[in-house]
């Protein structure tokens, strides 16, 4: 499947972003959705995930009750709001995907689960 993040950008401290992740050439609904950031000089962390029919999500600790993931099979889209951003949310937001053969309610924050990856897109908060 191939991923394409946008909605990234600069943004003072308490803002808010609305990231989207455009799939294509797949049934999107076969897929468990991963949002991941790289902040500089950090690993990357997993803060997100939506499973194939959005029935269960993950948040990190870092960002729980600030950002919601949701996603629309139909469109073949999914998002990441975020609100209340801090500058520690400056980061390159990826989000990534997986594969599971048959419907499940099941979802993984595990990198190694994801094989594919869009390219990023940068979000910046400052203070």
């Known amino acids: 499947v191939q991923l394409v993040e946008s909605g990234g950008a600069s943004v003072q401290a308490g803002g808010s972003l609305r990231l989207s992740c455009a799939a294509s050439?797949?049934?999107?609904?076969?897929?468990?959705i991963g949002w991941f950031r790289q902040a500089p000089g950090k690993e990357r962390e997993g803060i997100s995930s939506?499973?194939?029919?959005?029935?269960?999500?993950y948040y990190s600790n870092s960002v729980k009750g600030r950002f919601t993931v949701s996603r629309d099979n139909a469109a073949k889209m999914a998002y990441l709001q975020m609100d209340l951003l801090k500058p520690d949310d400056t980061a390159i937001y990826y989000c990534?995907?997986?594969?599971?053969?048959?419907?499940?309610?099941?979802?993984?924050?595990?990198?190694?689960?994801?094989?594919?990856w869009g390219q990023g897109t940068p979000v910046t908060v400052s203070s």
């Open positions: 050439g797949v049934d999107f609904g076969d897929y468990v």
């Open positions: 990534a995907a997986y594969i599971v053969a048959a419907p499940s309610p099941s979802l993984s924050i595990l990198e190694d689960e994801y094989d594919s």
């Open positions: 939506i499973s194939q029919r959005a029935e269960n999500t």
